[in-house]
């Protein structure tokens, strides 16, 4: 089956900087990767996805990179705010197995 | 619109009981599935299901049980608690089941298990 790591497990950033979260993924079927961002107590939510005819896609001040190829994919977040506190996760999905993975997630700190 | 609803939100289980988790969903969404989250762990698929009548083993199935007899419901049952499913448990369900993309995560079950 699938198997999606995520890198790092926390990271830590001073207000105003920017913020990098790896994934990379073992199946070369998977096709569509979602992040999702979970406050504390609260319930995962999906903030931006990519699909695999894409390399790149941007929403404000989040992007997410594709690397087909090398089966790895990255989520950035620029200007990052107090608010940007919180998990994150990355996914895979394979159509064919209609499962979505996730990785361990990713527990970002902004320092004001 | 109420989206996916769970219940119950917290429960305490003594090891050997069974009970069943609730998740409904009033999107008319195809596909239905249920996660756990342990720390450091993410979210791990248990179950999930295309559609009324059709349901399937996810990633750590074993010592739970789903069924999908409308497209509404989806629960999961737990035939005998033991510690290691003291977890948090979310539904999640996807319009399309062919081309799942946007996942709505209902509010979440803190299960404890004794």
């Known amino acids: 089956g699938e198997n999606v790591e995520q890198h790092p497990s926390t990271l830590s950033v001073q207000e105003g900087d920017s913020a990098v979260i790896k994934c990379t993924y073992s199946?070369?079927?998977?096709?569509?990767f979602p992040w999702y961002k979970q406050e504390l107590g609260k319930r995962p939510q999906l903030i931006i996805d990519?699909?695999?005819?894409?390399g790149e896609k941007k929403d404000q001040r989040i992007a997410v990179t594709l690397n087909k190829t090398a089966k790895h994919f990255s989520l950035h977040i620029t200007e990052t705010q107090p608010e940007d506190s919180a998990v994150y996760f990355c996914?895979?999905?394979?159509?064919?197995?209609?499962?979505?993975?996730f990785g361990g997630g990713t527990r970002l700190m902004v320092k004001p | 619109n109420a989206g996916v609803t769970q219940t119950p939100k917290f429960q305490v289980l003594k090891t050997g009981q069974s009970m069943t988790l609730q998740c409904a969903q009033d999107?008319?969404?195809?596909?239905m599935s249920w996660y756990r989250q342990d720390p450091g762990m993410g979210l791990r698929l248990i179950h999930y299901?295309?559609?009324?009548?059709?349901?399937d083993q996810g990633e750590v199935p074993n010592g739970y049980n789903v069924s999908r007899s409308t497209t509404e419901d989806f629960p999961l049952r737990l035939l005998s608690a033991a510690p290691s499913q003291t977890s948090v448990y979310f539904c999640?369900?996807?319009?399309?089941?062919?081309?799942?993309?946007?996942?709505?995560f209902g509010s979440g079950t803190q299960l404890s298990v004794l």
């Open positions: 990519i699909r695999s005819n894409v």
């Open positions: 199946d070369s079927a998977s096709n569509y």
């Open positions: 999107m008319n969404h195809e596909y």
């Open positions: 299901s295309v559609g009324a009548g059709i349901t």
């Open positions: 999640a369900s996807s319009y399309s089941a062919g081309r799942v993309e946007k996942l709505f």
């Open positions: 996914a895979a999905f394979n159509n064919a197995g209609n499962m979505l993975t």
